[in-house]
């Protein structure tokens, strides 16, 4: 595979992730929410919500789910 190809490859997985993790991020921004808040509605530590929202690889749909009812939205999946 030519290095062009791999790298936009690359670039647009990467992307992806970082698209999800900036949608959260904005997400808990938005409702006014601190990490630290938030990870205690979850039950969990500000360290992982810093992970989802910096790291969003292999996030699962279920802990996606729990991040939205826990700001009180409703996540909604789009396939194009």
């Known amino acids: ?3 062009e190809a791999a790298f936009a490859e690359n670039f647009d ?5 970082f698209k999800i993790g900036v949608m959260l991020k904005q997400a808990r921004e938005e409702s006014g929410l601190t990490q630290e808040e938030l990870a205690s509605r979850l039950n969990t530590k500000k360290s992982a919500i810093s992970r989802i929202e910096n790291h969003a690889e292999d996030i699962k749909l279920s802990t996606l789910e729990k991040f939205a009812n826990a700001l009180g ?3 909604r999946l789009e396939v194009e």
């Open 13 to 17: 997985s990467g992307y992806e992730h």
């Open 1 to 3: 595979m030519p290095i």
């Open 73 to 75: 939205k409703r996540l």
